[in-house]
């Protein structure tokens, strides 16, 4: 399962979902305390299990169990706040997808986003965006985890984090990225589509599908 940790960022990489030192993932295993985390600064497109830091966090007293050198992620308390109380194996995974960041500057809450789509919803639960709070801050790190987790459980798979990224949750390194992926394809869809959040009223002369098409680069 550490070796799915690289295998994920170097899938992530090659979608362009991160660029070369972007993203992170963290894992713990079932009654764990250890939890398993990609380091600050390495390349996510070569990572491999040894770079992978080993990380015991207690009342934010943080030992570093893991013998390389690598700096620990900024975002720690994200991943910690998550994985901490759960207990059974779990994983959780942060990229930036430009569709689904796109959307979200573009004013969509992505759990409406998905509703039309049974294909996401049947096998993914996703939960309110998060308010735009600076990257690595304990405020992002505390939304998401609110917004993720209720009684110690699991009860969405996935939060969009406004301008930047999201945050998913799964089984495994995979089961996370497969959330990340459903997501990422419906916002697509809907971004393709011109389709414009019902909260949204566009003042602009161009089509709201131009906007975003002029703002991906097609």
């Keep these: 399962m550490i070796t799915a940790i690289g295998d994920v960022m170097r899938e992530a990489y090659k979608r362009n979902w991160i660029t070369t030192r972007d993203g992170n993932c963290a894992l713990k295993k079932r009654r764990s305390k250890k939890i398993y985390m990609t380091p600050s600064g390495v390349r996510k497109n070569i990572i491999h299990p040894e770079s992978i830091m ?15 050198n690598n700096a620990l992620t900024g975002e720690w ?6 994985l901490k ?7 959780t995974l942060h990229l930036h997808p430009p569709h689904m960041v796109a959307a979200m500057h573009a004013g969509w809450e992505l ?7 049974p294909e996401v919803f049947r096998y993914t639960r996703v939960g ?6 600076p990257a690595l801050s304990k405020e992002l790190a505390e939304h ?7 009684d110690n459980n699991i009860a969405f ?10 945050c998913a949750v799964g089984k495994n ?9 459903r997501v990422e394809h419906i916002a697509q869809i809907v971004l393709l589509s011109g389709t414009k959040p019902k909260n949204i009223k566009s003042k602009e002369s161009k089509s709201f599908k131009d906007i975003i098409l002029e703002k991906l680069n097609y």
């Design 157 to 166: 798979d996935i939060v969009g984090q406004k301008s930047h990224g999201v």
């Design 54 to 68: 080993h990380i015991i966090i207690e009342e934010d007293d943080i030992s570093i169990v893991s013998k390389n």
């Design 77 to 82: 308390e994200m991943h910690y706040k998550v």
């Design 85 to 91: 109380d759960l207990e059974s194996t779990a994983c």
């Design 144 to 150: 998401t985890w609110k917004n993720l987790i209720q």
């Design 128 to 133: 309110k965006n998060v308010d735009d709070f």
């Design 111 to 117: 759990s409406e986003l998905v509703k039309p789509f």
């Design 173 to 181: 390194p995979w089961d996370a990225f497969e959330h990340i992926e």
